[in-house]
């Protein structure tokens, strides 16, 4: 996990026009704002060059306050509009894994366990793997959906699989290999799933569809591997802005990609999603520097795609989907950050081990590997979570 980073950190890595481009993907450096889109209320041109730099943040600052404390209003016009329970008592600084670290001893807790070749960590992630729920996964198992799962041995449990609206005379039509996963403070916020397949492209934007999904992060390439051993990670299930829309007669669904925005280490789509008469647009962001079973080079990178998606995702009540290609390794570690972020955010400890184990009782294996539970030291003292 990260710690905050200073203002003039953060400063330092995102430009000043880039703050408007996230509230609203139409805006700034990806031409001016004109999409319908559910942060329409944040609709900001660029900030003119002459203008001094206070008065500059000053009105930043206004805007997104505004942004913010509008939420409920921008979202509530958007009908099926999805509503979330809130619970102080999610993720709580119970003593009840033992496991809780106050922050001010974080840098030498971390130092502990990454010593002796990360033997202290290793017993903890063992542990974890002993602690963590085996639920049922009969839906997912039954021989009519078997075809639809990337792999035979990550499967959603029954009791917290996205349903999807069934089809008339089709039984199996409501799976999809994904799951809710809670965040910080709200139950569900999050839906956990594969990278499509080629056969299962129509089920995710059926799910993206119905479950209000507004943002996508993606946090996997299509294809990964040397040369002689490439490996298909995730179906392509968006096309090129220059590319004719992906059409899903039996779902009604139309797709087209209409702005594409490449930053140091991601990419950032906007992406139009039709359904007869009506119309959303849907923020996909795509960090490409995550290795399979590895971990980002750089720890600045992965920082500035969470401070892109961070301020999106608190914006309004929708679903966020977040997908690798199992959806399970990376999908868990990138939610795994979020919510310690925010739990860091809220009091003066944090409980890593007690954040995983909450995401395996909704989702099977979330952090699969012991280098995704990992933290390690900075030469500034503070920490960062890596891998998946």
């Not at 609709?43 to 913010?68: E, Q, R, Y």
Request: net charge neutral; with cysteine.
């Amino acid at each position: 996990m990260f710690s905050e980073p200073d203002t003039d950190v953060v400063a330092k890595m995102v430009p000043l026009d880039f703050s408007f481009q996230i509230l609203h993907p139409n805006c700034s450096i990806l031409t001016a704002a004109s999409d319908p889109f559910p942060c329409a209320a944040a609709k900001v041109a660029a900030v003119p060059g002459g203008l001094h730099p206070f008065i500059a943040t000053l009105i930043s600052f206004i805007v997104i306050s505004l942004a913010v404390s509008g939420s409920y209003f921008i979202y509530s016009v958007y009908k099926g509009s999805v509503k979330f329970e809130w619970n102080g008592t999610m993720q709580t600084a119970s003593e009840a894994t033992g496991k809780r670290i106050l922050l001010v001893k974080l840098g030498e807790v971390v130092r502990r366990l990454m010593s002796d070749g990360e033997e202290l960590l290793a017993v903890e992630f063992e542990s974890l793997r002993e602690q963590s729920p085996q639920e049922p996964v009969r839906v997912a198992s039954l021989t009519p959906n078997k075809y639809k799962n990337r792999y035979s041995n990550i499967l959603p449990f029954d009791k917290t699989r996205v349903l999807l609206e069934r089809f008339p005379n089709d039984t199996y039509s409501d799976y999809v290999n994904a799951s809710y996963v809670h965040s910080f403070t709200k139950k569900n916020r999050f839906i956990a799933t594969q990278g499509p397949k080629k056969s299962t492209q129509q089920d995710f934007w059926r799910m993206i569809w119905e479950q209000n999904v507004y943002v996508i992060i993606m946090v996997t390439s299509c294809t990964e591997g040397m040369r002689v051993s490439v490996e298909n990670k995730c179906s392509k299930y968006w096309p090129d802005v220059q590319e004719p829309p992906f059409c899903f007669p039996r779902e009604d669904l139309i797709v087209c990609t209409t702005k594409e925005s490449t930053k140091r280490s991601y990419v950032v789509r906007s992406i139009q999603i039709k359904k007869g008469d009506d119309q959303r647009n849907c923020l996909h962001y795509q960090y490409v520097d995550w290795p399979d079973m590895g971990c980002p080079d750089s720890p600045n990178d992965l920082v500035s795609f969470m401070m892109a998606v961070k301020p999106v995702i608190v914006l309004g009540d929708f679903h966020v989907v977040v997908h690798c290609s199992a959806g399970v390794g990376r999908t868990g570690t990138f939610i795994g950050l979020y919510n310690t972020m925010l739990e860091m955010d809220k009091g003066n400890s944090v409980d890593i081990y007690e954040c995983v184990l909450r995401m395996r009782s909704c989702r099977m294996n979330m952090v699969q590997t012991q280098v995704g539970f990992g933290v390690v030291g900075d030469s500034g003292g503070g920490v960062r979570w890596v891998g998946g």
